[in-house]
């Protein structure tokens, strides 16, 4: 009897292990990045300021400073805080699902065409539409995921609908809280073009954000760091900041 009742008892137990792990299991790589972008757009709004560094081929290190503005999935302004050449310098991305990029000298604000939309911005290695506000969900569709060790492995193509310069994206996911700290490019041929990077995973406000990226263009040997130097969260910015206006102050 006592038996009966511990043979029981152990197919209780695992059968409650069968029926724990199975919706993990289960779990698609359109839920995975659903996740990721829960978690990319948790807060309602931040502010961060930048560091950025580019580095050439030769190893030649130039600094610049920005700040971002980002509200919700579909609003981001970026202005440049220094140095002096590139000081004032604005790109907008606004909720009318349009580019703008505002240009001191010129003292003009210009919408980026469709057509420039894969061009490089201010010398970096981020073309306009890496900058795009939008969540990954919307921009790509996952073809393919794999789960090893700590990370899943989402393969991604650009939607029928976008003019992206990219074949194929490969991006790795932490399971531990859904933050992607790779991202492969590939241009349309197959070839590997630029690699992101992410680390220094910390808390900003109650929420979770990578203080360290940065971006390698394969092809051009140059390299894009950005280090955050100081964010803050939901701090109610309103959305009649992110217009043309706002990129001329």
Same mark, same amino acid.
């Given at each position: 009897?006592?038996?009966?009742?511990?043979?029981?008892? #152990?197919?209780? !137990?695992?059968?409650? =292990?069968?029926?724990?792990? /199975?919706?993990? @299991? &289960?779990?698609?790589? %359109?839920?995975?990045?659903?996740?990721?972008?829960?978690?990319?757009?948790?807060?309602?709004?931040? #502010?961060?300021? !930048?560091?950025?560094? =580019?580095?050439?081929?030769? /190893?030649?290190? @130039? &600094?610049?400073?920005? %700040?971002?503005?980002?509200?919700?999935?579909?609003?981001?302004?970026?202005?440049?805080?220094?140095?002096?050449?590139?000081?004032?310098?604005?790109?907008?991305?606004?909720?009318?699902?349009?580019?703008?990029?505002?240009?001191?000298?010129?003292?003009?604000?210009?919408?980026?065409?469709?057509?420039?939309?894969?061009?490089?911005?201010?010398?970096?290695?981020?073309?306009?539409?890496?900058?795009?506000?939008?969540?990954?969900?919307?921009?790509?569709?996952?073809?393919?995921?794999?789960?090893?060790?700590?990370?899943?492995?989402?393969?991604?193509?650009?939607?029928?609908?976008?003019?992206?310069?990219?074949?194929?994206?490969?991006?790795?996911?932490?399971?531990?809280?859904?933050?992607?700290?790779?991202?492969?490019?590939?241009?349309?041929?197959?070839?590997?073009?630029?690699?992101?990077?992410?680390?220094?995973?910390?808390?900003?406000?109650?929420?979770?954000?990578?203080?360290?990226?940065?971006?390698?263009?394969?092809?051009?040997?140059?390299?894009?760091?950005?280090?955050?130097?100081?964010?803050?969260?939901?701090?109610?910015?309103?959305?009649?900041?992110?217009?043309?206006?706002?990129?001329?102050?």
């Amino acid at each position: 009897m006592a038996t009966m009742r511990t043979g029981a008892l #152990i197919q209780a !137990v695992l059968a409650g =292990l069968l029926l724990a792990a /199975g919706p993990a @299991s &289960a779990q698609t790589g %359109q839920e995975v990045l659903s996740k990721v972008d829960d978690n990319e757009y948790s807060a309602k709004d931040t #502010i961060a300021v !930048v560091k950025m560094e =580019l580095v050439d081929r030769d /190893g030649t290190v @130039s &600094a610049r400073k920005l %700040q971002m503005y980002q509200k919700g999935t579909d609003k981001r302004l970026i202005k440049f805080l220094e140095p002096a050449e590139v000081k004032g310098m604005a790109f907008l991305d606004s909720s009318d699902d349009k580019m703008y990029l505002y240009l001191p000298a010129m003292h003009k604000v210009r919408r980026i065409a469709g057509h420039v939309k894969n061009d490089n911005f201010a010398g970096t290695d981020f073309s306009f539409d890496d900058l795009s506000s939008k969540r990954f969900s919307d921009r790509v569709q996952v073809t393919k995921m794999t789960a090893q060790g700590d990370h899943y492995t989402l393969d991604l193509a650009p939607k029928p609908d976008s003019d992206s310069q990219y074949g194929r994206l490969v991006m790795s996911v932490r399971k531990a809280d859904f933050m992607f700290d790779k991202v492969e490019f590939y241009d349309k041929s197959g070839t590997k073009w630029k690699v992101m990077e992410r680390k220094d995973f910390r808390d900003a406000g109650k929420y979770k954000q990578s203080y360290w990226a940065q971006i390698v263009d394969l092809k051009k040997q140059h390299t894009t760091r950005n280090l955050v130097e100081k964010i803050e969260t939901d701090t109610g910015l309103k959305d009649r900041f992110f217009s043309k206006r706002q990129l001329k102050r």
